[in-house]
């Protein structure tokens, strides 16, 4: 498998996110990688034209770039809008697209958001998006997630992966969806969840639970939110806080226990009416505020068969990606109703056995990270209050302070000192340098 790399961080070879695509190469001694460093510049057409000739011709296009001031660097910008205004993009159709950052996480989604609304535009396959912490590359976590992020992006090569669930995809089909059973085959003995409101449904979505239910090769249970008369969502009073129980006391937490909370993999399914899912998957939703937010200790994974728009429904989108990475729950993708939905169903079922083989973990980005952070600080201060959650947080091991990096920093402060009077030129090289070191260790060369 021939994997074309082009590097867009301005370091170049000195490029943190360079070397965690070296430690990529180190670890997958079966694929091949070729790389490609973009220099500060813009290309001319014969270079542009060289570079796309290349690009289609690989089995993988992966972009490797760090986040710069909530987006992509300069010269990355540059080469996309050279690359989408050029007449020969067309040669890049299907090609499959993966992109790799290092970061902070601070926004790095909106860098994500930005190359993959370029690789739509181009009609690229766009495989896994990873995210890695600058430092990731430093612990056996973070070089885990790195491999797992790689093993993905290699199966779905193999399995013909077509990202039709994207869900920005325009066209709403006006048909119903229709769908028409196949003799049903052996079910595996692992249980699939879907979730949905019979009472207010539509035929399409119906129709693509039936299919989902047929072709996943895997026992599927169905969850009817309709059979059961749930007060009202949370009423805000806070006594779980106090008792674990909910005051409303309408059997919503003996439901949750006996059907929901121990299924591996969960699937929403919803119409997408009035600018938001179904309103029961509201009232799950703030009635799980008694679950210390339910946030996953397990390995689950979650995905959504959904009709009507989420590319008119931003807000949506953002939600659910967010309810996902910050519950730390593994995100299956979203099937739509339009003129793939079967191919996307399909893919889907492919996810779902992906997940179910490999139990990967959940990836981070910004969502995850920064709502933890939040609401950890949040939890932390209020702790006398919020105790449940407090001690939810400190049982798992979620809070990350206090920050122990004292001899790290100590490190940092005299190598400071050593090259303050050193000529500019220096100072850059050596400061690189020092921050290099840790990650050149990592791939030994
Ligand atoms: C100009 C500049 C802007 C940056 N902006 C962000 C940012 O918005 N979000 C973030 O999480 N990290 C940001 N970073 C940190 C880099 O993304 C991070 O250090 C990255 O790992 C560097 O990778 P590289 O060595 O491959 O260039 C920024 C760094 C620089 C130099």
Do not use: W
């Not at 998957?281 to 210390?292: H, I, T």
């Not at 989108?317 to 910050?326: D, P, Q, V, W």
């Amino acid at each position: 498998m021939n994997i074309f790399v082009i590097n867009a961080s301005p370091k170049k070879e000195s490029s943190i996110t360079f070397h965690h695509v070296l430690f990529l190469q180190k670890h997958f001694k079966n694929l091949h990688f070729e790389y490609y460093h973009l220099r500060k510049e813009a290309l001319n057409e014969n270079e542009i034209e060289e570079l796309i000739n290349q690009m289609a011709v690989n089995d993988l296009v992966l972009f490797a770039y760090p986040v710069y001031t909530m987006s992509v660097p300069y010269g990355l910008m540059q080469l996309m809008g050279q690359l989408l205004s050029h007449t020969s993009r067309y040669k890049l159709i299907h090609v499959n697209v993966s992109q790799i950052s290092t970061s902070k996480f601070l926004f790095d989604n909106l860098a994500h958001e930005y190359m993959a609304a370029c690789f739509r535009d181009m009609d690229m396959t766009l495989l896994n998006t990873h995210s890695a912490e600058r430092e990731d590359l430093l612990s056996n976590q973070g070089k885990k997630h790195l491999i797992a992020y790689m093993d993905e992006v290699v199966y779905q090569i193999k399995t013909q992966y077509k990202k039709t669930h994207d869900p920005y995809i325009r066209e709403v089909n006006q048909n119903p969806f229709a769908y028409e059973i196949l003799p049903e085959k052996h079910k595996e003995p692992e249980d699939i969840l879907v979730i949905y409101n019979a009472e207010d449904y539509s035929e399409s979505l119906k129709n693509m639970i039936a299919a989902f239910e047929n072709i996943c090769r895997y026992r599927v249970h169905l969850l009817d939110l309709s059979n059961h008369s749930f007060k009202s969502g949370c009423s805000g009073c806070m006594v779980c806080q106090l008792t674990h129980k909910c005051t409303l006391n309408d059997g919503f937490e003996a439901m949750y226990q006996e059907k929901i909370a121990n299924s591996k993999v969960v699937l929403i399914a919803s119409d997408i009416r009035y600018h938001h899912l179904d309103k029961v998957f509201k009232l799950l939703d703030e009635r799980l505020f008694l679950k210390s937010h339910y946030i996953e200790t397990k390995r689950k994974a979650m995905g959504y068969l959904l009709t009507g728009s989420l590319d008119q429904n931003q807000h949506l989108l953002m939600a659910l990606k967010a309810h996902t990475s910050f519950r730390n729950i593994y995100n299956l993708g979203y099937v739509l109703h339009n003129e793939h939905t079967l191919n996307a169903i399909e893919n889907l079922c492919d996810q779902v056995t992906y997940f179910i083989k490999k139990t990967p973990e959940a990836p981070q980005d910004f969502y995850g990270v920064a709502g933890m952070k939040l609401y950890e600080d949040i939890v932390y201060r209020n702790r006398g209050f919020l105790r449940t959650e407090h001690r939810f947080l400190k049982k798992n091991k979620f809070y990350d302070f206090p920050k122990k990096s004292f001899f790290k920093q100590q490190a940092m402060k005299i190598m400071m000192k050593s090259i303050l009077h050193k000529p500019e030129a220096e100072q850059g090289r050596m400061l690189n340098e020092f921050l290099l070191q840790p990650y050149k260790k990592e791939i030994d060369y």
